[in-house]
């Protein structure tokens, strides 16, 4: 009997290590004081927009993460174009870039979006998404010092080599939770990042989508398509009064949902459900 009692207690003792190691993979690794809570609203926006996936909200001063599917913000998907953000850092850090205002030159080459094809200052670039142009600031950087600052940063599971140097955010192997964005996010707006303060300053200026008298929004989208099958983010974060709000926005579209409507649903499911629960008033 008690040779079962020990082994019951070493098998609990595993059991909880290795859910330990998965949260902490998934990015899903909290203290005792932050609360999860369902919120079944969220859901019923994704269904009436004929949508599948997960929006990941974090309340500072409530501790607390909002989702309809925690399972989902757990499963690491490609960081598409929000890899814009970790991209731009490191780019910034290792002066190939100096701050926002950089221009970015056009060699006239054909691009698959003619808002693309002119000179962009860096700021233009990330708020246009411009892949070609981070593409060629990627190729700068070079895989060595890429996978080095990525590790520095630790940004989600990211693979790349010299082959995939200029894609590897948009198709392959790397993934980062909706937990994992959201933690990410948190220690760049609390200077916790290894990072040069100057740096941040650049990056929250460049990341606001919208500043009014009631809150400011900043963040980034991002879209992959795999396999003719699509997953779309949006990733960031609501300054209102003292407090900051962390979102991140994972979703697929459903057989019946209008392609055409993909850009701009993204936010607006974020939007609606942020202002759900009381982050935008």
């Not at 809570?37 to 994704?46: E, H, N």
């Not at 989600?156 to 192997?173: P, V």
């Not at 900051?244 to 993204?266: G, Q």
């Amino acid at each position: 009997m008690k040779l079962f009692k020990l082994l019951l207690i070493l098998l609990l003792i595993v059991s909880c290590k290795e859910t330990k190691k998965q949260n902490i993979k998934a990015g899903v690794l909290k203290n005792e004081s932050q609360k999860d809570s369902l919120v079944i609203s969220i859901q019923k926006i994704l269904d009436r927009e004929k949508l599948k996936g997960s929006i990941l909200v974090y309340d500072t001063q409530k501790k607390t993460y909002y989702s309809n599917d925690f399972d989902w913000a757990k499963t690491g998907k490609l960081p598409a174009s929000t890899y814009k953000i970790p991209n731009s850092i490191i780019a910034l850090e290792l002066g190939i870039v100096n701050n926002d205002s950089t221009l970015l030159k056009w060699s006239d080459e054909s691009r698959r979006l003619k808002l693309w094809e002119q000179d962009l200052t860096f700021k233009k670039a990330f708020h246009y998404s411009c892949v070609p142009c981070y593409q060629e600031i990627a190729r700068k950087i070079g895989v060595q010092r890429m996978r080095d600052n990525v590790a520095k940063l630790d940004y989600g599971s990211i693979e790349l080599d010299s082959t995939t140097i200029d894609n590897f955010w948009l198709q392959g192997n790397s993934k980062i939770t909706q937990f994992q964005q959201i933690d990410f996010l948190r220690r760049f707006y609390n200077v916790e990042l290894p990072i040069d303060k100057r740096t941040v300053v650049i990056m929250k200026r460049m990341m606001v989508i919208n500043d009014n008298e009631v809150y400011k929004l900043s963040g980034k989208t991002g879209w992959s398509i795999v396999d003719e099958k699509s997953n779309g983010w949006f990733v960031g974060y609501v300054e209102k009064n003292d407090n900051v709000i962390y979102f991140a926005t994972n979703v697929e579209p459903l057989p019946e949902f209008d392609m055409s409507l993909f850009p701009k649903a993204r936010k607006q499911i974020t939007m609606e459900a942020l202002k759900n629960l009381n982050c935008m008033q």
